[in-house]
């Protein structure tokens, strides 16, 4: 997979496999369908963030987290992206996140560790 024109900074498999996202320094996230050892078309979103530092998808890989100026939280399917929660975090931007059950985690270059219940 080429043709980003950006700076990759992560990239994540949902939980069943099925779906590939890659977050970039322009703001976008690229999510892929894969079937097999198929890969479909792209569908590009440009998140609210300027720079998508993070990923992770919740366990039942409804959700999706993007960590870039906020904690940006998504329902996600195979082709939208529905903003559900957006949680301040920090001045110096969200690089690490990750999903447990019950509880989301953001953590930042200020060296704070956010936790977050699931609202849902």
């Known amino acids: 997979l080429d043709g980003f024109n950006a700076k ?8 069943n ?8 320094d322009s703001g976008r996230v690229h ?8 890969v479909a ?3 590009i979103f440009q998140s609210p963030a300027a720079n998508v530092f993070s990923l992770s998808f919740s366990p039942d890989g409804e959700l999706l987290v993007l960590g870039g100026d906020k904690v ?3 329902a996600v399917d195979d082709r939208r992206f529905t903003l559900l929660e957006t949680h301040s975090q920090t001045t110096e931007g969200v ?6 059950p019950a509880l989301l985690v953001a ?4 060296g704070r560790v956010q936790l977050y219940r699931q609202n849902r």
């Not at 690089?95 to 447990?100: N, Q």
């Not at 953590?107 to 200020?110: I, K, L, R, V």
């Open 41 to 43: 078309p792209e569908t």
């Open 17 to 24: 496999g099925q779906r590939l996202v890659v977050g970039t």
């Open 8 to 15: 990759i900074n992560d990239v994540r498999f949902s939980p």
């Open 95 to 100: 690089h690490a996140t990750a999903f447990s």
């Open 107 to 110: 953590g930042g270059w200020d």
């Open 31 to 38: 999510l892929f369908i894969i079937r097999g050892s198929e």
């Open 72 to 74: 940006y939280v998504f």
